[in-house]
């Protein structure tokens, strides 16, 4: 079956940096898009970044722009997210998400519910 597996997460202060991790298995890794979603508490699930099945197209959420990447290694079946600058609102569950891209709407970033599968997400804490 189809798993996600976030990794990376944890506390650190702000204008630190840290490099999420999310492996996956049980489907043509190559054939999908993939996307970082985060929900912080009391708010709802917001899209961070996307990326094509290519990895051609990439995608970000303007609070993010400039100062995280997402990048795909198709042999290793993995996504990354680095992240820099890194601010206290950028402290939420961080989750990993995967789907066909022509399922899911423009640049994939606003509507979690067109994604249909998640890894079970990773927390970053950013103190001020």
């Known amino acids: 079956q189809v798993q996600l597996v976030e990794s990376g997460g944890g506390l650190v202060q702000a204008g630190g940096s840290l490099n999420l991790s999310c492996a996956a298995s049980?489907?043509?890794?190559?054939?999908?898009?993939l996307g970082w979603f985060r929900q912080a508490p009391g708010k709802e699930r917001e899209g961070v970044s996307t990326?094509?099945?290519?990895?051609?197209?990439?995608y970000y959420a303007d609070a993010v722009k400039g100062r995280f990447t997402i990048s795909r290694d198709n042999a290793k079946n993995t996504v990354y997210l680095q992240m820099n600058s890194l601010a206290p609102e950028d402290t939420a569950v961080y989750y990993c998400?995967?789907?066909?891209?022509?399922?899911?709407?423009?640049?994939?970033?606003?509507?979690?519910?067109?994604?249909?599968?998640w890894g079970q997400g990773t927390q970053v804490t950013v103190s001020s």
């Open positions: 998400a995967a789907d066909g891209w022509a399922t899911v709407g423009g640049d994939g970033l606003e509507d979690p519910s067109e994604w249909d599968y």
């Open positions: 049980g489907f043509t890794f190559e054939n999908f898009g």
């Open positions: 990326i094509t099945s290519g990895g051609s197209g990439t």
